[in-house]
């Protein structure tokens, strides 16, 4: 009996480390990326959202059993490494406003809610710094970041390529989009890579010098990509990457294209669950 019982041990064994333990969900299973920017009193749009609004939604969120989670949680998970929480949802925000810091980080600590800043990091200002541009909305400082460790992960936004240029294929697009004229002149595939490659290196080592840790996120600025810009952000050691899709993530999608949904600052909480379970997630 004793030898039955071991055998079954080491066939229970051997199964699990051939198939990871059981993940949240089927693979089927939309986990909604949420995305925000900058909140302010009495404003709400697709980017900007009031502090009343937000914590309604995020309050709506808890009491409907979502759970926050991290980026490498979300990445563990679609590489078969862990399992998530009951109804798991990422929230994130873009770019790196003090508003963030003054207003949504009180109500996420509240919540205990995590969630992720993606920031262009030389707009980051140094303690007692001046904004990068005069009229831009105030952005937080490094001292802030920091502070906000317990209920946040800062990841890139790029380094200063928030921005858009003349594409070879024409059009504006997004800095990093691919190959863009560059005072009148169309660069080159090498001259295109290294920009955008020296940019994202920038980034990365301005979140690792500052906050101690490395961040293996990217947002892409206006939410699109292309195949070149996937493809070196991978290149510099970024594990995943973000575009803008309205949908929810699910097993199997690109890495280096998950979908974000952009969430309105008007819509109420109950609002809010409504949208994610209409759009499957």
Do not use: C
């Not at 925000?93 to 003054?102: A, H, K, P, V």
Request: charge should be positive; glycine fraction near 6%; aromatic fraction near 12%.
């Amino acid at each position: 009996m004793k030898r039955i019982v071991i055998f079954l041990v080491i066939v229970a064994s051997s199964i699990w480390l051939i198939k990871p333990y059981p993940i949240y969900g089927s693979k089927n299973e939309k986990i909604p990326v949420l995305m925000y920017h900058h909140l302010e009193k009495d404003v709400n749009n697709n980017t900007v959202i009031s502090p009343e609004n937000f914590e309604n939604q995020i309050k709506t969120l808890k009491e409907n059993g979502y759970n926050s989670i991290t980026t490498q949680e979300l990445y563990d998970y679609l590489n078969g490494k862990t399992k998530l929480p009951k109804n798991p949802v990422l929230i994130t925000f873009d770019d790196g406003y003090l508003s963030n810091y003054e207003k949504a980080y009180p109500i996420l600590k509240k919540y205990k809610m995590h969630a992720e800043i993606f920031v262009i990091t030389s707009h980051i200002l140094e303690k007692n710094g001046k904004n990068a541009y005069p009229n831009e909305i105030p952005k937080m400082n490094w001292d802030q970041l920091k502070e906000m460790k317990d209920y946040i992960t800062i990841q890139s936004h790029t380094w200063n390529s928030h921005y858009k240029l003349q594409s070879f294929g024409g059009g504006m697009k997004g800095a990093i989009y691919g190959r863009s004229y560059i005072n009148g002149k169309l660069e080159s595939q090498e001259e295109y890579e290294e920009r955008v490659k020296k940019d994202f290196i920038l980034s990365r080592k301005m979140i690792i010098e500052k906050l101690g840790y490395e961040p293996i996120a990217l947002s892409y600025p206006y939410g699109t990509n292309s195949e070149d810009a996937m493809k070196l952000a991978k290149d510099v050691g970024f594990k995943m990457a973000f575009v803008i899709k309205n949908k929810g993530v699910t097993m199997g999608d690109n890495v280096y294209a998950l979908s974000r949904i952009t969430v309105n600052g008007n819509e109420t909480g109950a609002e809010l669950i409504k949208k994610l379970k209409d759009s499957g997630t």
